[in-house]
């Protein structure tokens, strides 16, 4: 891996005695978790990258709670990590030392509006939760990801999440109006605004939407909502390659403008891992393809026939010789199956040894290109790799994920990590990309941030670290590597 696991930090005991006997205090002893049996959860984090470790898990139940316990570890020079569901894959969730912040207990939805498109929801709510609130008005919050039924949105906005519906809806930046936030000396910022448009100054939301809980802590969020759809369609293709991924893409854009609401793609090794490896899996297309395209479309209109639409440009890019194969879903329950097949795929390739994975994205036009070219390079490097590169084509983001070769030690292979990082986000840089398209950086991927972010804009990102947080206590070791380190 690009980034090794850190020494712990160590408190110095009298400071850490203080700051846990005021918090306990505060929040009563049944939330501040100091034994191994009940801090173990928090402390796995996906991947299995990094191990965390703590004196304490603190779970505090509102905000005012949250802003006595960062102003408590800020007066006495506690580190502090804040964590939502535990689901984030570059380790900007991990504590390595420093108290854990638990927003877990902030799991109320406060207010909606079916009539300004709003929904209120406190830091703590799982994304499914937040979704079937907006369901239950009879409107959509489109944000996707496969662990919604986990991940909480404060942690979603922390870390800018994207997911399958960002073709359509943008990420979760774009569906935040405002925001509840504690700064680093525990004060309490009151943005949670409904407004569209509001023009008073620096834009504070989206200053702390992405920091991943360097410059302070959300604990609430104004959300926009949309109207539910009312006609979908779901298509499973075939391909042969990925430039006719692309050229799908493009084909079916065109003629369904924004009611293509998802455009996926997958290859061959990552169906089969799926087909192989997940319970319920079913080959939804007779034979094996090179590539599969996934593509949605959604509509409010009642009388849109976007199967028929979808029909069309099918029969076109048969013509074409674009297509090899394609499935329409007939039923909602045949649709979930199909994205089921590619939701799976991040989990079946964990039954297939280690995984060098790279969230990445390139502008669309280069998405098959950089696939190619970047495929060429990395099995070069290893012969016998088996390259999963797949994802989000119709916004640029790919999961350009490496599975190790058939038979390799799995250390081995993942000591692999540093090299194929640069190979691959050598490549990445060509194209005009950036090196973390919707996971973020944490600690995983700092040395790379520093190797390929620009000086100033680093610069930048020090300045507004050390204005809002000049003790460094918020998730320290996180996203930018500090002086001295």
């Known amino acids: 891996m690009s980034s090794t ?83 984030g894959l570059v380790g900007g969730q991990v504590p390595f030392g420093a108290l854990l912040l638990s927003l877990n207990r902030l799991n109320k939805v406060r207010a909606l509006d079916a009539t300004d498109l709003t929904l209120t929801a406190e830091a703590g709510c799982t994304l499914h939760q937040i979704q079937q609130a907006a369901a239950d008005a009879d409107c959509l919050f489109p944000l996707s ?20 519906a960002v073709l359509r809806y943008g990420n ?27 023009n008073t100054g620096y834009d504070l939301r989206n200053l702390f939407i992405g920091s991943e809980g360097t410059l302070g802590i959300i604990t609430a969020a104004v959300l926009r909502l949309y109207p539910k759809p009312r006609k979908r369609a779901t298509a499973l293709i075939g391909v042969t390659d990925v430039h006719q991924v692309l050229a799908l893409f493009r ?31 079913v080959r939804a297309l007779q034979g094996q393809h090179a590539f599969y395209a996934l593509a949605e479309l959604t509509s409010t209109r009642q009388d849109d026939d976007l199967g028929a639409m979808v029909e069309g440009v099918l029969g ?37 040894g280690g995984s060098i994975k790279h969230d990445v994205s390139v502008p669309v036009s280069k998405v098959a290109e ?35 070769p058939l038979g390799m030690d799995k250390q081995a292979y993942l000591d692999s990590w540093e090299a194929f990082n640069r190979i691959v986000h050598d490549i990445v840089v060509s194209y005009g990309g950036s090196i973390s398209a919707e996971h973020g950086i944490g600690f995983l991927k700092r040395e790379e941030l520093v190797h390929y972010k620009d000086p100033v804009a680093l610069d930048v990102m020090a300045q507004i670290k050390a204005a809002l947080d000049p003790a460094g206590l918020l998730n320290p070791g996180k996203m930018l590597v500090a002086k001295g380190e």
């Open 370 to 404: 950089f696939v190619e070219k970047a495929t060429l390079a990395v099995e070069a490097h290893m012969p016998g790799l088996r390259t999963c590169a797949f994802g989000h084509i119709g916004d640029g983001n790919v999961h350009f994920n490496l599975s190790q």
């Open 316 to 352: 076109e890019a048969f013509e074409a010789g674009e297509v090899e194969d394609a499935v329409i879903a007939s039923s909602e329950a045949q649709s979930l199956a199909l994205w089921k097949l590619r939701e799976d795929l991040s989990e079946a390739q964990k039954f297939e």
């Open 5 to 87: 696991t850190p020494r712990p930090i160590l408190l110095p005991a009298d400071r850490l005695q203080a700051a846990l006997e005021a918090i306990t205090a505060r929040i009563g002893a049944a939330y501040v978790l100091t034994a191994d049996a009940d801090t173990h959860a928090y402390l796995e984090e996906p991947r299995g990258l990094f191990k965390g470790v703590t004196p304490a898990v603190v779970r505090p139940a509102n905000t005012e709670d949250v802003a006595f316990v960062v102003k408590t570890c800020a007066e006495l020079g506690v580190p502090l990590v804040p964590q939502g569901g535990n689901t």
């Open 172 to 198: 979760t930046r774009e569906l935040a109006l405002g925001l509840e936030v504690v700064l680093a000396d525990g004060r309490i910022w009151n943005g949670l605004s409904r407004l569209r448009k509001d």
């Open 145 to 164: 990801i496969a662990s919604e039924g986990t991940c909480q949105i404060g942690g979603n906005l922390a870390t800018n999440a994207g997911g399958t």
């Open 251 to 281: 084909r079916l854009r065109t003629v369904a403008g924004d009611t293509l609401t998802g455009f996926e793609f997958l290859p061959d090794v990552g169906m089969e891992m799926v087909l192989k490896h997940m319970p319920g899996a």
